[in-house]
Structures are given as structure tokens and as C-alpha cells.
């Protein structure tokens, strides 16, 4: 069965508990997939992009318009690049929310962003080159790079980028009672609406 096109740059999976180094895989065994579908139940909106010609690229044009991404810039992560490097990391991997949506256009390298999905499990979401995710405000989620140690990633706002981490716990927060019900507590069986519709 051949891949869909954005799952050959954005794969997720069931992590495992191990202490291990957070740059492995850490799947479980037997290994458990998610799929894109599942992720876009979590709010989690995905896309495969071109990222040889992300400047030119009508499809990235087309999606910044539509969800008002004004603001762009971009983050290299690797220990050459970042200054701080192990304090960054560090707090990269710290589970924490945002009260905005975090978007992530990978257009070189690749890296980690682990998500709880609806049982407060952990998901890991591999972006690769030409990957751009979405994570919806509120969600809890931690990023890592994975063993080749490097990314570089456009980063995407509406208006003035506001970074600000909310680490675990914070869920008195708007940002976070949206995400719940919008994502987590679904009742009836109604469907997940996109939170920035």
C-alpha cells in the first residue's frame, strides 16, 4: 500500500515509557501507528509541503492567506546553531502549552513534537523535510530533535509572535478550556471543528 503523500513526511506513533535518550524513536512494542486522520481529531492539522522552493510555493502562500499567518521566521535547532543549545533543548521537551496555535514548517532536517491524545497518552509526530504541522492552543506537546540533531523550521504566527510556554499544569487557562471542548470532550459523537475556523 503506498503511502499518502504527507505521510511520507509526517508519521506518528504510540511512544513507550523508557527513560531512554528522547531523541530515539521510543515506539512501542508492538509497534502502534497513528494516523493523520487521528492527529486532525486532536486538532493537529497537517500538510505536505515544497520545501526546495517554500519562497515561490503558491499551496504555503495559499494556506498563510486563508489562516492569517502574517508573521514569519525561522529556527534552526542544532547544537552549531542555537545558542543555549542544552538549555533550549531542555525546554523544548518540557510538556507546556501555548495560548496560540503552534505552526511548524520543517524545510530541512527533521525533529520530534510528542502530543496527549484523549486518555492523556503520549504521541510522538515525526516531521521530516517539506512536513508543516499545526498545533492547536491549548494542547499539551513537547518537541526534541530526533538523532540527526538538526531542523530547521519556519515558524508561523498570526500578528506578533507571542512564545510564551505554559508548562503542565496550566489548565485554568482559556486557551486550554477551548482545546478541551473543542478536541477532548466530544459528546454524541459530533466531530472536532477546526479551532481557528
Not at 6 to 35: C, G, N, T
Not at 155 to 175: C, E, M, Y
Amino acid at each position: 500500500m503506498a503511502l499518502c503523500r504527507r505521510e511520507e513526511v509526517i508519521q506518528a506513533w504510540y511512544m513507550d515509557d523508557s527513560d531512554e535518550d528522547q531523541r530515539l524513536p521510543h515506539h512501542r512494542e508492538p509497534k502502534e501507528f497513528v494516523s493523520l486522520d487521528q492527529l486532525a481529531e486532536l486538532g493537529v492539522l497537517s500538510w505536505r509541503l515544497d520545501a526546495d522552493n517554500y519562497e515561490t510555493d503558491e499551496e504555503l502562500k495559499k494556506i498563510r492567506e486563508e489562516r492569517g499567518y502574517s508573521y514569519m521566521d525561522f529556527c534552526e535547532v542544532c547544537p552549531e546553531k542555537l545558542p543555549n543549545y542544552e538549555e533550549k533543548i531542555k525546554n523544548f521537551f518540557e510538556e507546556h502549552l501555548h495560548t496560540d496555535e503552534e505552526i511548524r514548517y520543517c524545510v530541512a532536517g527533521s525533529g520530534y513534537f510528542d502530543v496527549r491524545d484523549h486518555n492523556d497518552q503520549w504521541i510522538r509526530v515525526w516531521v521530516k523535510k517539506g512536513g508543516m504541522i499545526v498545533l492547536p492552543a491549548g494542547i499539551y506537546h513537547r518537541f526534541t530533535l530526533d538523532t540527526d540533531n538538526y531542523i530547521k523550521a519556519m515558524r508561523l504566527f498570526v500578528g506578533d509572535p507571542i512564545w510564551t510556554p505554559f508548562n503542565r499544569p496550566h489548565d485554568h487557562l482559556p486557551a486550554r478550556k477551548d482545546y478541551l471542548e473543542n478536541f477532548l470532550q466530544k459528546e454524541g459523537g459530533s466531530q472536532a471543528v477546526d479551532a481557528a475556523a
